[in-house]
């Protein structure tokens, strides 16, 4: 099945400077890449998504860039704000399944120091 | 819409005795997902139900059951619980079916702790 790794774990970063975090994924025929954000003691909930027929996405200060041929992907933010702070989870789809499997990576801690 | 609901939020079980956790969705969706979530392990799929009258083994079955009712409810039953299954279990429903994929609607959560 689709193996999803994120990295770094742990991110700290001054507010407003910018926050990057990778993900690779092993399935060729994953086509549907989400990031999800959970605050402490919350949901998941959906921040983005790209699909693979299109290299970056943008939402006001979040961004999404894939690059399928090195399997991987990455979730910019800029200007950071307090509130950004959460742990994100990447995640592909298992394309090979032809459905809407997703396979999560294990989350990155993100604390944005005021 | 309430969206995705679970019940109980919070569970104390011994081992060996069974349970159920519940989930609805007022969406719609064709898809229902439940998850659990351990420290360090990121959220890992039990079982999955792309439609109703259909279910598939995720990346961690064992020891679980379910259930889809009926295209809203989709139920999760251990049998027989585990220290091991102590865990923060999400349900999540999708609109994409065995179709193009997209976004998932999770619950808020139901802690299980079993002793």
């Known amino acids: 099945g689709e193996n999803v790794e994120q990295h770094p774990s742990t991110l700290s970063v001054q507010e407003g400077d910018s926050a990057v975090i990778k993900c690779t994924y092993s399935?060729?025929?994953?086509?549907?890449f989400p990031w999800y954000k959970q605050e402490l003691g919350k949901r998941p909930q959906l921040i983005i998504d790209?699909?693979?027929?299109?290299g970056e996405k943008k939402d006001q200060r979040i961004a999404v860039t894939l690059n399928k041929t090195a399997k991987h992907f990455s979730l910019h933010i800029t200007e950071t704000q307090p509130e950004d702070s959460a742990v994100y989870f990447c995640?592909?789809?298992?394309?090979?399944?032809?459905?809407?499997?997703?396979?999560f990576g294990k989350g990155n801690q993100v604390v944005v120091i005021p | 819409n309430a969206g995705v609901t679970q019940t109980p939020k919070f569970q104390v079980l011994k081992t060996g005795q069974s349970m159920t956790l519940q989930c609805a969705q007022d969406?719609?969706?064709?898809?229902m997902y439940w998850y659990r979530q351990d420290p360090g392990m990121g959220l890992r799929l039990i079982y999955y139900?792309?439609?109703?009258?259909?279910?598939d083994k995720g990346e961690v079955p064992n020891g679980y059951n379910v259930s889809r009712l009926n295209k809203r409810e989709f139920s999760l039953r251990l049998e027989s619980a585990a220290p091991s299954q102590t865990s923060v279990y999400f349900c999540?429903?999708?609109?994409?079916?065995?179709?193009?994929?997209?976004?998932?609607?999770f619950g808020e959560g139901s802690r299980l702790t079993v002793l």
């Open positions: 790209i699909r693979s027929n299109v």
């Open positions: 139900s792309a439609s109703e009258g259909t279910t």
């Open positions: 999540a429903s999708s609109v994409s079916g065995t179709g193009v994929a997209g976004e998932l609607f």
């Open positions: 399935d060729s025929a994953s086509n549907y």
């Open positions: 995640a592909a789809n298992e394309g090979l399944r032809g459905n809407n499997r997703l396979a």
């Open positions: 969406m719609n969706h064709n898809s």
